[in-house]
């Protein structure tokens, strides 16, 4: 099991929602489709949307524009447009998208550590009928 970290003091007071500290980050890296783009980029560098869109298997053109654009206006990617005939578009993470990379390395780290307990409490609550009645 993985060392146990503290969480930050928060005004008890307060709406969860909006007092966690890491919701903001939640809400900017974990959305459904930017794990996959920041990963793709990140693991294989400059991509044209076209080779992302083929990369990151089920994603919808407009969607990956989407997520695109939301990821380049918070500063995690960086768009390019070279002014060729035909023009040419390519992304590429930032370095502030570069940052999350130990984020990322911990969240695989707990992955391999704990999906396998997360699998078993699931069967384990399926199998006694749950929702339980109080």
Not at 83 to 99: A, K, T
Not at 102 to 116: G, R, V, Y
């Amino acid at each position: 099991m993985a060392p146990e970290t503290s969480w930050p003091e928060a005004d008890a007071t307060a709406d969860p929602e909006l007092a966690c500290p890491v919701s903001p980050v939640v809400d900017i890296v974990f959305s459904r489709w930017t794990t996959p783009i920041l990963w793709s980029l990140h693991t294989f560098g400059r991509h044209r949307f076209v080779e992302l869109e083929r990369r990151i298997k089920g994603i919808t053109p407009k969607v990956l524009t989407q997520r695109l654009r939301q990821l380049e206006r918070d500063g995690l990617v960086v768009r390019t447009y070279h002014p060729e005939v035909p023009p040419r578009v390519e992304y590429e993470i930032s370095e502030l998208g570069r940052s999350l990379a130990p984020l990322f390395a911990h969240l695989t780290e707990w992955a391999a550590a704990n999906l396998d307990h997360v699998e078993q409490a699931r069967q384990n609550y399926d199998a006694a009928g749950s929702p339980r009645s109080a």
